[in-house]
């Protein structure tokens, strides 16, 4: 019996494992890209560079 | 229904990753002295003031763009500048655009209160910005706008408002 509820509930705890993980790893990305951006040279123009190429396209 | 769900929760997620690098990269320019390219920077602190007679603004042609800060808002920006019959004008496209209207937001600041600084090749000058929307003047400005970027600006589009031209004058006037 205990077995079958076992087998029952394991997808679901996969389930948010996977959901878990997701967030962790967009909250480790965000983090990232914040200290990436502020202290390592270059990344900055490069966020900038690519943003004027997309408001460009977008405004006309 | 809960597939498209987490399917929008994930691109959303994943979406925030750019946005978060563009209103970082964003921020940071606003405390730099001065912009850099599409990003407002701070106020234009370095560089020698200006004093004396208006120079021949004719060393703009070999200038493709110049710093221009308002003091209200004291935020700084890049942007094309042109002189004409000895005259100094800056500008600005898109305004006829929603994305436009929201991108530069300078322009209506401008005409709001337009008093402005301008750091040219490391010297600061202190302006007063005038808008210019019609008049035969527009035929001259247009003409040396597009003479020296490769820009479409044409006096229609300035008397219809999808680009907002600005006469760069002395602060006096």
């Given at each position: 019996m205990s077995g079958s509820s076992k087998s029952h509930h394991a997808p679901d705890d996969n389930r948010r494992k996977t959901v878990t993980h997701f967030y962790k790893f967009i909250a480790i990305a965000l983090v990232t890209t914040v200290l990436a951006v502020l202290f390592i040279p270059g990344v900055d123009e490069f966020i900038e560079q690519t943003f004027q190429r997309y408001l460009g396209r977008a405004a006309r | 229904m809960q597939v498209v769900t987490r399917v929008l929760v994930v691109v959303l997620c994943l979406l925030l990753i750019p946005v978060t690098a563009v209103v970082t990269a964003a921020m940071k320019q606003r405390f730099a002295d001065g912009p850099n390219r599409v990003f407002s920077g701070g106020p234009l602190v370095s560089g020698a003031l200006h004093a004396g007679p208006d120079p021949d603004w004719a060393f703009l042609d070999e200038i493709a763009t110049i710093e221009l800060q308002l003091l209200d808002p004291p935020r700084s920006r890049r942007i094309w500048a042109t002189d004409h019959a000895g005259k100094l004008y800056v500008w600005s496209g898109y305004m006829g655009t929603t994305v436009g209207r929201l991108w530069k937001r300078w322009p209506v600041d401008a005409e709001r209160d337009g008093r402005a600084i301008l750091r040219i090749d490391g010297t600061r000058y202190e302006r007063q910005l005038v808008r210019i929307s019609?008049?035969?003047?527009l035929d001259g400005i247009t003409s040396a706008i597009t003479s020296k970027y490769p820009s479409r600006t044409t006096r229609a589009a300035v008397e219809a408002g999808d680009v907002w031209v600005f006469e760069v004058a002395p602060r006096s006037r």
């Open positions: - | 019609s008049g035969n003047i």
